[in-house]
């Protein structure tokens, strides 16, 4: 086994056994955490394909962004697991089906005679000096530039109807202006009165 | 002897010549570390007109040994229903990505020990992991000041990272790379060609979003003394808070790095003649590093807190639209005015 097998099993391993522990763990926190372990591991598996660019922006991504706010709502939950587990019984037959299903799916696709090492050889190394952050880029916005506007008029849709959907106007909430708070100026608030030492001074 | 030395190295195995650079760069940086809390409660000492520590070896100079021996032998307690293993592993989260991050940093031209094509990149997802430490912390320790920090500093990071990320757009539309050596290089030539000056704004939102990333004064309100007593790491003691510190103190020299080889010329002099050039690279590098280091000491002695929402919206309502702003600006400037060259 060269080195770089022994890395691809290392992290196929945790990759597998941390996706397992998401869906059995019980603790929803510890569940999230798990899902952090399994991004990262994807992230270790694209970097032995030489897809660095990809593998950092996932880290970069899903990570740092996307499951730190996912963590930051489930930590503000408060959820009783005897009561998620009350309808175990209830939900067991639709829930197995449907999990029978997607694993024959999955088995058919595997099975197709389209994957696996002959089918999909390891990419060929680039040469040394070759950056493929640079080969993304210039497919990204020349060759595929009309898909990549797409999808961000998309997120770009998302964001406004998600805001939309939350924003109250309610007007019993009194808001700060900063601006005004900025341009306050020290007459405004304090009188410095000139007082005199001892009251006999005062004549 | 140096060339007996010098084949002796390159028959070493390569994981044992890597565990030497680790070591190379890990074991000064943790000094390093140590040094820099004792020159935080000098200069803040000076500034307040006291003397600071001075009982511990000669001028205190022994002060960070006897914090560290004093933290090691001290009990850790985990709280009554706290998560064990999160609260374990909280403070190795925190600090493992600030160490982490210290591979792709180029020393001088050469002295880099991953000089990998996308470094900056590396470099701000691993800086961007550092937030699980402080938010596990903050929910394992099963004590509610200790979720606030948390919770504030979840989203304190997160807003500034995005600027962050911004100005760092800027700086490699600016070099034409990702690779933080060729970022350097980009800038050589002199003081005037070093992108403060014509990334000035995007310098100034690295440098302040820098501070509030690492929970520094005046955006500490993740620990928040006076209001949650210590925030997210309210309920370690011993080594855990040691590793705590040492993750805050390690993520302050990694932004000070960052910001020499990004916006003020890394290893390169001042200006490329006979004087300036007779100081080693190196020495440069770590002399300006060590002058924003000090500028995050200056900023805790001289500011009061900033109120929370107002944090918010210096991140989200001021820093992104300076840089997305100043971005549009690069761009404009590279292709269609004469100066563009200046530009990178």
């Excluded at chain 1, 597998?16 to 994807?42: M, Y």
């Excluded at chain 1, 962004?65 to 587990?85: H, P, Y």
């Excluded at chain 1, 964001?159 to 405004?188: C, G, H, M, N």
């Excluded at chain 2, 050589?188 to 820098?210: D, K, M, N, Q, T």
């Amino acid at each position: 086994m060269t080195f770089l097998e022994v890395v691809f099993y290392v992290f196929a391993a945790v990759l597998i056994a941390s996706s397992l522990l998401v869906v059995t763990v019980r603790n929803p926190v510890r569940a999230a955490l798990f899902l952090v372990l399994a991004f990262f591991s994807a992230a270790c598996l694209w970097l032995t394909l030489e897809a660095e660019f990809l593998a950092i922006t996932l880290v970069l991504v899903y990570v740092g962004a996307v499951m730190v706010l996912f963590l930051f709502v489930i930590m503000m939950l408060d959820i009783d697991i005897a009561q998620m587990r009350a309808g175990f019984a209830n939900y067991l037959p639709l829930g197995s089906i449907v999990a029978l299903v997607m694993a024959g799916e999955l088995i058919l696709v595997m099975l197709s005679g389209e994957f696996g090492a002959t089918e999909l050889p390891r990419p060929a190394g680039q040469a040394v000096g070759y950056s493929n952050t640079e080969a993304l880029g210039r497919l990204v916005y020349t060759d595929y530039v009309f898909a990549f506007e797409v999808a961000a008029v998309i997120l770009l849709v998302a964001i406004i109807a998600a805001i939309s959907l939350t924003l109250r106007r309610r007007p019993e909430t009194r808001y700060q202006a900063p601006e005004k708070q900025v341009r306050v100026r020290k007459e405004d608030r304090i009188r410095i009165i000139k007082m005199p030492r001892r009251p006999e001074e005062k004549s | 002897m140096t060339e007996a030395l010098v084949t002796l190295w390159g028959e070493l195995p390569l994981l044992v010549q890597l565990g030497f650079k680790f070591g190379a760069i890990l074991l000064p940086l943790l000094g390093a570390v140590a040094y820099y809390t004792l020159a935080e409660r000098k200069v803040i000492a000076y500034m307040h007109v006291r003397i600071g520590p001075n009982r511990v070896g000669p001028r205190g100079l022994l002060q960070p040994i006897a914090d560290a021996v004093k933290l090691m032998f001290k009990e850790m307690i985990i709280p009554t229903h706290a998560d064990r293993y999160l609260f374990l592993i909280a403070p190795v989260l925190a600090l493992a990505p600030a160490l982490g991050a210290w591979a792709v940093i180029p020393f001088t031209d050469t002295l880099v020990l991953a000089d990998i094509d996308a470094s900056l990149l590396y470099v701000l997802a691993l800086t961007s992991m550092g937030v699980y430490g402080v938010v596990i912390a903050g929910w394992a320790s099963n004590s509610k000041y200790a979720f606030l920090g948390a919770m504030r500093s979840a989203a304190q990071i997160v807003a500034y990272e995005i600027a962050m990320g911004f100005a760092l757009v800027g700086v490699l539309m600016a070099a034409g790379s990702l690779n933080l050596r060729e970022i350097v290089v980009a800038q050589s030539g002199g003081l005037h060609e070093w992108f403060f000056l014509p990334l000035f704004p995007l310098f100034a939102v690295y440098l302040i979003s820098g501070v509030a990333e690492t929970n520094r004064s005046p955006f500490d309100v993740a620990e928040g003394e006076s209001e949650i007593v210590a925030g997210f790491h309210v309920d370690y003691s011993g080594m855990g808070f040691a590793v705590f510190f040492l993750a805050e103190y390690a993520n302050m020299i990694l932004i000070s790095a960052l910001t020499v080889i990004m916006f003020l010329g890394g290893w390169h002099a001042p200006l490329p003649m006979a004087p300036f050039t007779w100081v080693p690279g190196i020495v440069w590098f770590f002399g300006k590093l060590a002058a924003i280091a000090f500028l995050f000491l200056w900023f805790r002695a001289t500011f009061p807190r900033y109120r929370y929402d107002q944090i918010m919206r210096l991140g989200w309502k001021v820093f992104i639209p300076v840089t997305l702003i100043w971005i549009t600006v690069i761009g404009f400037a590279k292709v269609f005015t004469p100066i563009g060259h200046w530009f990178g």
